[in-house]
């Protein structure tokens, strides 16, 4: 057995990471009865907290009544609720609703959606995914290729298929050296270029998070520039799939990320907060045209997973979506979101703080050497992994990344707490941050 004496393969193999015993509302409590506030719910997953006695309650009934039916030969009540539920939040947009156990499935799937598309309209030419530099999509082979972290695909690059990435949309640290305002969006106008190298033809889909995940933390694009991505999709027959898999159901403070900007999704990857962190799932929704076609050809849509559309993710998806509606979540989201913003807004002089960006409740922070220059940190000191063992050891839980400036250096962080956490939540969670940023500096 390895230093850290367990049968359990942690991802640090010499440290074992504390033991959480129990979870309520927005904290977390370990074998020594310590306490942790989470204040990016999981990995921005765990949208109604912890221990919610109704998240229970939908899975024990689902489980009593019928655990598992394969999606091929049997549908069940539950699923046809919440795929319904799911159409609804879209506000009909989305038709038809795919439902996978995460969102590095809900990706692939919504990927491989497009493709049967094109394939069913006779153009079976069309395969490539464009995607941006410094996305994540997930951690599976297809998905691992369209994300664009340097540091999540070093490892595996000889299996990863490169069909295009385009700059990210990252106004703190333009690729093209514009000012936010003032930069024709250039960012978004990349993708016709890709797509034209790439050949139209052979182009079946780009794919894009509306607000950054962990890649580079809740940095995003004006709202105009979806409606320029919008139209170079559309002139070139290429489809937009959206990656909501960490902003859909509420996280930015509309049911899903697109309604900011209005500007509509071909196909949609959800994940996380779709069973509000009480079951592993993910979906691809699409609309009632990618639906008809690929029913109007072959028929079917076969390549799913064991636990495709399991009921009991099903119950959690519809008991989530009921919650988040009858309590408002999605507002309180919003609300909160500005407060936790206002409250970050406090650390902009942090002579480590270089950037605070956010929608909703999805906050990044981004730390740098040198405020003036934007200079990053010496990656060597791995800034975002000491940050994150100091928010622990002073009991606040959060994420951090490391890589955002072009893969070479560069430390982020993301807060995104449960939406049920109420405005002292915050105030504790930004007051613990305070002062890990100063021990930091201090060291
Ligand atoms: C935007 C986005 N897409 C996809 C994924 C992959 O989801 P999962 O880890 O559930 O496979 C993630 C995970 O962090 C994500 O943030």
Redesign the pocket.
């Known amino acids: 057995m390895t230093a850290n004496s367990t049968h359990v393969l942690h991802a640090m193999m010499t440290t074992r990471p504390a033991s959480i015993v129990r979870g309520e509302g927005v904290y977390l409590y370990d074998d020594t009865g310590k306490r942790y506030i989470d204040g990016s719910s999981g990995?921005?997953?765990c949208s109604l907290g912890h221990g919610h006695p109704e998240m229970a309650e939908a899975l024990m009934e689902q489980m009593g009544r019928v655990a598992y039916v394969y999606r091929l030969d049997f549908t069940t009540p539950v699923l046809e609720e919440a795929a319904a539920k799911v159409s609804e939040a879209t506000n009909g947009w989305m038709d038809k609703v795919f439902f996978v156990s995460?969102?590095?499935?809900?990706?692939e799937s919504a990927v491989k959606l497009a493709r049967k598309y094109h394939m069913e309209r006779g153009e079976p030419g069309r395969y490539k995914v464009i995607s941006r530099w410094l996305?994540?999509?997930?951690?599976?082979m297809g998905?691992l290729a369209w994300s664009g972290m340097p540091g999540r695909r070093a490892e595996f690059g000889p299996y990863l298929l490169e069909t295009g990435h385009i700059a990210p949309a990252y106004c703190y640290r333009c690729w093209f050296g514009r000012e936010p305002g003032r930069c024709g969006l250039e960012c978004a106008h990349a993708l016709e270029r890709e797509i034209l190298l790439q050949g139209p033809q052979t182009v079946a889909a780009f794919i894009a998070?509306p607000v950054s995940?962990?890649g580079l933390c809740a940095a995003h694009p004006p709202d105009e520039y979806w409606g320029v991505i919008r139209d170079i999709c559309d002139r070139y027959g290429v489809l937009l799939i959206l990656?909501?898999?960490?902003?859909g159901f509420g996280r930015t403070g509309k049911w899903f990320a697109y309604m900011h900007s209005g500007v509509k999704p071909d196909i949609l990857?959800l994940?996380?907060g779709l069973g509000g962190g009480y079951f592993?799932l993910?979906a691809a929704a699409v609309t009632a045209e990618i639906a008809d076609a690929i029913a109007k050809g072959s028929g079917s849509f076969t390549a799913g997973h064991t636990w495709a559309a399991n009921p009991m993710g099903a119950a959690v998806v519809s008991r989530t979506i009921d919650v988040l509606r009858r309590d408002q979540l999605v507002e309180r989201a919003a609300e909160l979101g500005l407060y936790l913003g206002q409250k970050l807004g406090t650390l902009a002089d942090h002579p480590l703080v270089g950037d605070i960006r956010g929608r909703g409740l999805m906050w990044g922070v981004e730390l740098v050497g040198d405020k003036k220059t934007k200079e990053p940190c010496d990656p060597g000191k791995k800034l975002y992994q000491h940050l994150a063992a100091e928010c622990i050891r002073q009991g606040l839980y959060l994420l951090t990344s490391g890589g955002c400036d072009q893969g070479r250096a560069g430390d982020i962080l993301m807060l995104a707490p449960p939406f049920i956490a109420a405005r002292e939540h915050i105030d504790e969670i930004v007051g613990i941050l305070g002062r890990v940023l100063n021990t930091l500096t201090e060291r």
Request: charged share 15%.
């Open positions: 990995p921005i997953t995460g969102g590095s499935e809900a990706t996305s994540y999509h997930g951690m599976t998905a998070e995940g962990m990656d909501e898999v960490m902003t990857a994940g996380k592993p993910g």
